[in-house]
């Protein structure tokens, strides 16, 4: 089992940047694959970015591509959201998640085996 908090979360006006960390705690990182997805309100849960237990492959939600970059640190147990040229639309409470193994990454809700609680980031116009 892993523990997952995310932080890093807040107000930022459009153009802005935001990192998001998540840390974990538990069973051994390097064996889960990680992803980020995100909720706005009145919103289904949707998926923003993963990235393979060793880093090496990283994958994204077309409304993100270019200017959100997913990375891990396995010595420090956590994974990072680095968040560029936001806006309105990015809106939502972010969560990470874990999915157990070292075949896939986590892209969809049903593969995600772990969450966070969530940490919110609000772009102002």
């Known amino acids: 089992q892993v523990q997952l908090v995310e932080s890093g979360g807040g107000l930022v006006q459009a153009g802005g940047s935001l990192r998001l960390s998540c840390a974990a705690s538990?069973?051994?990182?390097?064996?889960?694959?990680m992803g980020w997805f995100r909720q706005a309100p009145g919103k289904e849960r949707e998926y923003v970015a993963a990235?393979?237990?060793?880093?090496?492959?990283?994958y994204y939600a077309d409304s993100v591509k270019g200017r959100f970059t997913i990375s891990r640190d396995n010595d420090k147990n956590t994974v990072y959201l680095q968040m560029n040229s936001l806006n309105p639309e990015d809106t939502a409470v972010y969560y990470c998640?874990?999915?157990?193994?070292?075949?896939?990454?986590?892209?969809?809700?049903?593969?995600?085996?772990?969450w966070g609680q969530g940490t919110q980031v609000t772009v102002s116009s």
């Open positions: 990235i393979s237990w060793s880093g090496g492959r990283t």
């Open positions: 538990g069973r051994a990182f390097s064996w889960y694959a």
């Open positions: 998640a874990a999915q157990r193994g070292r075949v896939g990454v986590p892209t969809t809700i049903d593969e995600c085996d772990y």
